[in-house]
Every structure is written in C-alpha cells, then in structure tokens.
C-alpha cells in the first residue's frame, strides 16, 4: 500500500483499494473502502484536501472601514449616475488572478473590466468606465466601490481620450 502511495501520492483512497484490491484478495485479505479509510488515517498516508477557495477578503484588519454610501442612497433613476464596482478571483492554471467589475446600477451592465495579479490599488482603477468611449456619460457619475469590508463614493474625474 505505501508503495502505491509513493508512487501515486495524489491517488484518492477509492482507486488506490480498487488497485490494491487484487493483491489483498490473493493473500487472503479483504478491507472494505471505510476500513482503508480508518487504516490510512491511522497511519497519516490520506491524501490531504486541497482548499476549495481563495480567501481574499480580510474584515479584521487594522484599516478603517469606509460606510457603505449606496446602501441609504437614492436609487438611480437613469443609466450613468451610479456606478459600483467589486473584486472577484479567478483561480488559474498559472495561480489565482483578480478581475475587477465596474457596473452601470441602473441598467447592471458592466461597463468596465480589467484582470490583475494582486488586490493592489492600481489594478483596481485599471478598470474605468469612463475611459471607455461608449460608456462616457455628459457628466461624470458617483462611484461606489464596495466590497465586504469597504464602500468607497468618489466623482470621477472625467478624462481624455487619446
């Protein structure tokens, strides 16, 4: 069995008694999936679990935690008058990447996009609706970025296209 296990380190218990399974059977033995389980466990060969997330928010942290300035606010009654913004991963073959949403509130199109390597500040502006041509509004429109721990309203300065 731990000859399997150095072989195949990240083989589940499931197929590694499928494998041995005939091995057992010719010397006499029988183990049931839950016994192999309980043996394994006992001797620390189970294969451990990979994490199934990403953590990326951090609400006990040293910063100060900006209110929520959406949550009471009027809602929009036209597009380009709200926009909101929020982080979300995307685990990769290469790591996890960071991609950034800008979002109309009244018509909750996304109006801005763009994926970073980290949570850092600068990837997070890289993502501006109002660059974008045809989500320039006539008059810039209040922005709120909010996350768990962070709500953040800004103007945003309108800028020049190249």
């Known amino acids: 069995m731990q000859a399997v296990r150095t072989l ?3 083989l589940g218990t499931r ?11 010719a010397q006499g033995l029988a183990c ?8 394994l466990r006992r001797q620390q060969l189970l294969v451990p679990r990979k994490r199934s997330f990403t953590k990326t928010t951090n609400s006990h942290h040293r910063f100060h935690k900006h209110p929520n300035l959406v ?6 009654t036209a597009p380009n008058q709200l926009y909101v913004s929020d982080i979300t991963y995307l685990p990769t073959r290469q790591g996890t990447v ?10 909750r199109k996304i109006v801005g996009a763009h994926v970073h390597s980290s949570l850092h500040t600068a990837g997070c502006l890289a993502a501006p609706a109002w660059r974008r041509p045809c989500a320039r509004p006539a008059r810039p429109p209040a922005v709120a970025c909010t996350t768990p721990t962070a709500a953040v309203s800004t103007p945003l300065m309108p800028t020049r296209l190249p």
């Open 71 to 76: 949550k009471d606010a009027p809602k929009p």
């Open 8 to 10: 195949l380190p990240r």
């Open 32 to 39: 049931g999936r839950d016994a192999l389980f309980t043996l």
């Open 15 to 25: 197929k590694l008694l499928h494998k041995i399974a005939p091995r057992l059977h």
């Open 98 to 107: 960071y991609l950034s949403l800008v979002t109309d509130a009244y018509s």
